[in-house]
């Protein structure tokens, strides 16, 4: 079943169309300005509008796209929950970037999107300038992974504001402490969407999590798929309490690629909100570099 909204929390949105038919929202901003666009990927849940704040600040400097995956936000659902894996993400995305004639992006990837940012880089490295991943690495911990299967599509559904706010605390409330309530109302309109009818709805495809729990994030050897980032500049943002992102994994990640710029994210687990102090002043010293 698909569903076709029109996303009016910016004036910029626009659709295009996936090569098997879906209606997929994305967002421009900045498209007059020079340099290399950067293109912003979201996690697994999750939607253009965790970027939002970023992009706006990123867009008076650089063209920003920013994207609702398929099955997430104010794009179709996909009617095969098969399909609901990187490889599908990342071809709707060559689809975006060749429709709007952008030969080269800066990716930056949350979780899920920092994967995609990968895959993108090992199949098409003359078309990545460099990379910045949100809290990933090809690895996802056991125990970060078992946890977000849990959740993922399960969720009761809620019956108002107050409802919603509670549950995304119980989410995320470990991994991003010290939030203002302004700041947890802001987390509520990022990941839920009102209805005509007042009740506030998870904004994502709940096949998604059965895509989780039955295919997964990964096959093959996602080592492979780092690997393609071997000739482009990277940074990892580390929320250091993360259980998805962990020290031995980051180590692996230096012993094969010993220039990747880890920042460490104090007080943030998966995933920083990339508003943090460090994760700007890397963005803005990643954008500094890729010209």
């Not at 504001?161 to 989410?171: G, I, M, S």
């Given at each position: ?59 008076a ?9 398929r099955?997430?936000?104010?794009s179709?659902y ?22 709007l004639?952008?030969d ?13 940012a ?46 919603a ?15 203002s309530?302004a ?15 007042g ?59 010993p220039?990747l ?31």
């Amino acid at each position: 079943m698909t569903k076709n909204h029109r996303d009016n929390s910016h004036d910029n949105s626009r659709y295009f169309e996936s090569h098997d038919g879906l209606k997929i929202l994305y967002k421009d901003f900045g498209p007059e300005q020079p340099g290399t666009p950067v293109i912003c990927l979201p996690g697994l849940t999750r939607n253009s509008r965790d970027f939002e704040d970023l992009a706006q600040r990123l867009g008076a400097r650089r063209r920003v796209l920013t994207i609702d995956f398929r099955g997430r936000g104010y794009s179709d659902y996909d009617p095969d929950w098969n399909n609901y894996h990187p490889g599908t993400y990342v071809q709707d995305v060559w689809t975006l970037l060749d429709t709007l004639e952008v030969d080269r992006v800066l990716v930056i990837g949350t979780s899920l999107g920092g994967l995609c940012a990968m895959r993108m880089a090992r199949g098409r490295p003359e078309r990545v300038a460099g990379v910045v991943l949100n809290d990933v690495g090809p690895e996802i911990d056991p125990a970060g992974l078992a946890r977000v299967k849990e959740y993922t599509g399960r969720q009761g559904p809620v019956e108002n504001h107050a409802e919603a706010l509670r549950q995304v605390k119980e989410t995320y409330g470990e991994w991003l402490p010290g939030l203002s309530d302004a700041d947890w109302d802001r987390m509520v309109w990022k990941a839920y969407r009102t209805g005509n009818d007042g009740v506030p709805r998870l904004d994502f495809d709940p096949g998604i999590g059965r895509a989780v729990r039955e295919v997964g994030e990964q096959t093959g050897d996602p080592w492979q798929a780092f690997a393609g980032l071997a000739n482009v500049p990277t940074t990892l943002l580390w929320g250091v309490t993360s259980d998805i992102l962990t020290r031995d994994i980051i180590d692996r990640m230096l012993a094969e690629k010993p220039d990747l710029d880890v920042v460490e994210v104090p007080n943030r687990g998966h995933v920083p909100l990339l508003d943090e102090p460090e994760c700007l002043a890397a963005i803005d010293a990643m954008l500094d570099r890729i010209t």
